[in-house]
C-alpha cells in the first residue's frame, strides 16, 4: 500500500494490526495515529478477513480511533454478523439431516472459533462451515446431506478416492446464496497425513457448544490449538486470519491446553514440524513469543524433523496448480507401499464421471480426449504452450 509517498508492506501492516489485537492496543494505537495510518491499516485489515475481530478489540479496549475507520469496521463487522447468520441457518438442516441418520460430526475451524473463542458472530469471517465425520460415516453423510437438499461439489477421481484418498468432500445449501459445508473425513489434506495421524485423532475430550440453535461438538483446546496449526502450515499459513486464530485461542484457553499432550501427539502424530512452523510465525507476529509458557511449548517441539514432513508441508499450499508435483510429493512421503500403488492406481484411471466434467464430448475415444486435457494440467510446460497457442 502506498500513503502519501511512503510505502507499507503488508508484513508491516500485519504486525500493527496484530498488536492493535494483542495485550497492548493503546500503544499501537498511539503509533498508527502518529503516523496517519488508520486508513490503510482499516483496509488491510478487511481485506485480511480480520476487520470484525479489529473493531472488537478496539471497541473494548476504548480506543479513540477516528471515526471514520470505527464506522469502516463497524460496517464490516455487521456484514459478517449478517453473513455468519445466513451461514449458520442454511446449514441447520444439513446438521438436523445428520443428528437423526445418527451421523457424530464435529464442527472445525470458524464456526467452532466463533461460539468458543470469539464473543461476537461478527468478529470472525467464515468462508465455508467445515465439519469432521468419521470415514466409515462417508457414505451416510452424503445421504443425509442429500436428504437435507445440499448438492455434492464436482466429483471426485473415482468413488474410492474418497475418502480413502482424498480428505474432504464438499456440498452446497440449496438456500440463495448457497453456504459450502466442507464434509472432512481427516482434518488436513497432504496424504501423508491421512497415514500417520489416526482415524480417531482429535475426537477425545470433545466439548459441546451453541452452534446456531444446535448443541454442537468441537475439539478440545488441546486438539484445536494443534489443528489450527497444522491446517495453516499445510495452506502456507498464509492468511493473517488463520494466525490471529491461534493467538485468540491461545490467550483465551491456555489455561485448558496441556503441553505435554500437545508435545506428544504432535511427535506422535509426525505434525511437529507444521505446528512449530506455525507456532513460530504466530509467536513472533503476535508476541506470544515473549509468554515463557508458550515459549517452552515450542522447545519440546524442536527436534530433528523428518524430511517428509517438511517436504509435504512444502508442497501442500501449491497442490492445486502443480498437481504432477503433489503427485510425486505425496508418494515420497506417504508410508505403505501398497496404499500408495492403490493412490495411484486411482490418479492414473480416474472414473468416467470425472473424465466428463473434464470434456463434454461424446464421441468414440472421447476418454483419452479427456486425459490428454487432464495431462496438459498435469504439466506446466505443456499448459503454457497450450494457452499461447489459443491466445
Not at 284 to 310: N, V
Amino acid at each position: 500500500r502506498v500513503v502519501g509517498s511512503q510505502v507499507l508492506s503488508s508484513t508491516l501492516v500485519d504486525r500493527l494490526v496484530a498488536r492493535c489485537l494483542g495485550d497492548d492496543p493503546r500503544a499501537a494505537a498511539h503509533e498508527i495515529s502518529r503516523s496517519r495510518l488508520w486508513e490503510p491499516l482499516v483496509n488491510h485489515a478487511c481485506d485480511a478477513q480480520v476487520g470484525g475481530l479489529l473493531h472488537q478489540r478496539l471497541e473494548h479496549a476504548g480506543i479513540d480511533a477516528p471515526p471514520s475507520a470505527m464506522r469502516t469496521l463497524r460496517v464490516y463487522r455487521d456484514h459478517l454478523a449478517a453473513r455468519h447468520k445466513h451461514q449458520l441457518e442454511q446449514t441447520s438442516a444439513a446438521f438436523d439431516s445428520l443428528k437423526r441418520a445418527g451421523i457424530p460430526f464435529v464442527v472445525l475451524k470458524g464456526a467452532a472459533l466463533a461460539a468458543a473463542v470469539y464473543a461476537s458472530p461478527g468478529a470472525r469471517a467464515m468462508d465455508d462451515i467445515d465439519i469432521l465425520v468419521n470415514e466409515a460415516d462417508a457414505t451416510r453423510t452424503e445421504e443425509a446431506m442429500k436428504r437435507a437438499g445440499c448438492q455434492p461439489g464436482p466429483d471426485l477421481l473415482s468413488p474410492e478416492f474418497y475418502p480413502r484418498y482424498y480428505y474432504e468432500r464438499e456440498y452446497l445449501t440449496a438456500g440463495q446464496p448457497a453456504v459450502k459445508i466442507d464434509c472432512h473425513v481427516r482434518p488436513f489434506r497432504p496424504l501423508r497425513y491421512g497415514r500417520t495421524v489416526p482415524a480417531d485423532a482429535f475426537r477425545d475430550d470433545l466439548q459441546t457448544v451453541a452452534i446456531g440453535g444446535h448443541d454442537a461438538q468441537i475439539l478440545s483446546p488441546t486438539n484445536q490449538m494443534i489443528h489450527l496449526c497444522a491446517h495453516a502450515a499445510c495452506h502456507g499459513s498464509s492468511k493473517l486470519r488463520w494466525l490471529a486464530d491461534i493467538a485468540a485461542l491461545w490467550r483465551t484457553h491456555h489455561a485448558s491446553i496441556s503441553d505435554a499432550t500437545l508435545i506428544h501427539r504432535c511427535r506422535q502424530w509426525s505434525l511437529a514440524w507444521p505446528v512449530y512452523r506455525t507456532l513460530q510465525l504466530v509467536g513472533d507476529l503476535f508476541q506470544l513469543d515473549q509468554d515463557s509458557r508458550c515459549a517452552a511449548l515450542m522447545s519440546g517441539l524442536r527436534g530433528r524433523w523428518s524430511w517428509r514432513d517438511r517436504l509435504a508441508v512444502r508442497q501442500a499450499p501449491y497442490d492445486v496448480d502443480r498437481p504432477l508435483a503433489a503427485l510425486m510429493v505425496n508418494l515420497a512421503t506417504t508410508p505403505g507401499w501398497a496404499f500408495k500403488l492403490g493412490y495411484l492406481r486411482t490418479i492414473a484411471l480416474p472414473g468416467p464421471s470425472h473424465l466428463g466434467q473434464l470434456y463434454a464430448g461424446r464421441h468414440p475415444g472421447w476418454p483419452l480426449v479427456a486425459h490428454a486435457k487432464r495431462l496438459v494440467h498435469a504439466l506446466p510446460f505443456l499448459r503454457s504452450r497450450a494457452a499461447l497457442s489459443g491466445a
